[in-house]
């Protein structure tokens, strides 16, 4: 069973930075890669940003510009830089991973909380 761990988490300004990390066992062999998704209280779930082992990336729009998901495929780490954050970042941050023939089969970390300030 695939076991994912994220951490990092924690409360900040707004303007300022923090970085999550991710810990997800056979990232460097899995071709559906791994996504950040983020849930605030009262709020859907949403998407927002994927990595492929083999270094593609993706970004939702509310995010592009300020956050930079990459690797360390040696330690199958996936780490989530998050830059000029705001009151709106505040959210528990999960990542994810995929299995199946169309990636649809998702396993789930327990989620890090992380909280922006104004």
């Known amino acids: 069973q695939v076991q994912l761990a994220e951490s990092g988490g924690g409360s900040v300004q707004a303007g300022g930075s923090l970085r999550l990390s991710c810990t997800a066992p056979g990232f460097a062999s899995n071709p559906c890669g791994v996504e950040w998704y983020r849930q605030a209280a009262g709020k859907q779930r949403a998407w927002v940003a994927s990595?492929?082992?083999?270094?593609?990336?993706l970004y939702s729009d509310s995010v592009k510009g300020r956050f930079t998901i990459s690797s360390d495929k040696d330690n199958d780490t996936v780490y989530l830089q998050m830059s000029s954050l705001t009151p709106e970042d505040t959210a528990m941050y999960s990542c994810k991973t995929s299995s199946g023939l169309m990636c649809r089969v998702g396993v789930w970390g327990q989620g890090t909380q992380v909280t922006v300030s104004s």
């Open positions: 990595i492929m082992p083999t270094g593609t990336t």
